[in-house]
T-cell receptor, first 113, second 116 residues
Framework: GESVGLHLPTLSVQEGDNSIINCAYS??????FIWYKQESGKGPQFIID?????DKRQGQRVTVLLNKTVKHLSLQIAATQPGDSAVYFC????????????FGKGTLLTVNP | GAVVSQHPSRVICKSGTSVKIECRSL??????MFWYRQFPKQSLMLMAT?????????EQGVEKDKFLINHASLTLSTLTVTSAHPEDSSFYIC????????????FGPGTRLTVL
């Protein structure tokens, strides 16, 4: 089965609110995690990444939190905008030399104006 | 930086024909490129890992004779879908990892293949 999964397949928020997208992973050997944003008909766009030696990383309006104890990853988007509407995927790298990523199922974020 | 392009963006072909999709890293060298396929409302499924100058490594269940991958240079990988059938219709996406860089993969815009 999937080694990376998401609790919520869809998330609807009001413009200006903060969004939190969650992801659970099962491979304790994973040492690198990435969040991607995919708009309809386009390829995934890199948002933010985090290594397993960190528990928090911030970017512009986005924050990724990593809880290795419970194997949980989250993406927080501050002041969500209509342009943030997309499918968000978490991906993990288990540290192998082939650099392969395993993707979660994705969460559809809809921002209501 | 880290821009990946794909060509064509859309292709419609008849059943039984072959289709070639190109993936290029425009502003960086990519030792490793990856090919994914994605069905509607589903996640990305890795098909194969392509290393420059060597044979591609295919994921379990992916037919290497049907999905031919060539990684002839540090900026170009191609995926050829041979003898395409309607069930091969999908969204094909490539990604590239910077040579000597981190594990980060940068994705192309994808190619929509429709087989009639």
């Amino acid at each position: 089965g999937e080694s990376v999964g998401l609790h919520l397949p869809t998330l609807s928020v009001q413009e200006g609110d903060n969004s939190i997208i969650n992801c659970a992973y099962s491979n304790s050997a994973s040492d690198y995690f990435i969040w991607y944003k995919q708009e309809s008909g386009k390829g995934p766009q890199f948002i933010i990444d985090i290594r397993s030696n960190m528990d928090k990383r911030q970017g512009q309006r986005v924050t990724v939190l990593l809880n290795k104890t419970v194997k949980h990853l989250s993406l927080q988007i501050a002041a969500t905008q209509p342009g943030d509407s997309a499918v968000y995927f978490c991906a993990e790298n288990s540290g192998g030399s082939n650099y392969k990523l395993t993707f979660g199922k994705g969460t559809l974020l809809t921002v209501n104006p | 930086g880290a821009v990946v392009s794909q060509h064509p963006s859309r292709v419609i072909c008849k059943s039984g024909t072959s289709v070639k999709i190109e993936c290029r890293s425009l502003d960086f060298q990519a030792t490793t490129m990856f090919w994914y396929r994605q069905f509607p409302k589903q996640s990305l499924m890795l098909m194969a890992t392509s290393n420059e100058g060597s044979k591609a490594t295919y994921e379990q269940g992916v037919e290497k004779d049907k999905f031919l991958i060539n990684h002839a240079s540090l900026t170009l990988s191609t995926l050829t879908v041979t003898s395409a059938h309607p069930e091969d219709s999908s969204f094909y996406i490539c990604s590239a990892r910077l040579a000597g860089g981190t594990d980060t993969q940068y994705f192309g815009p994808g190619t929509r293949l429709t087989v009639l």
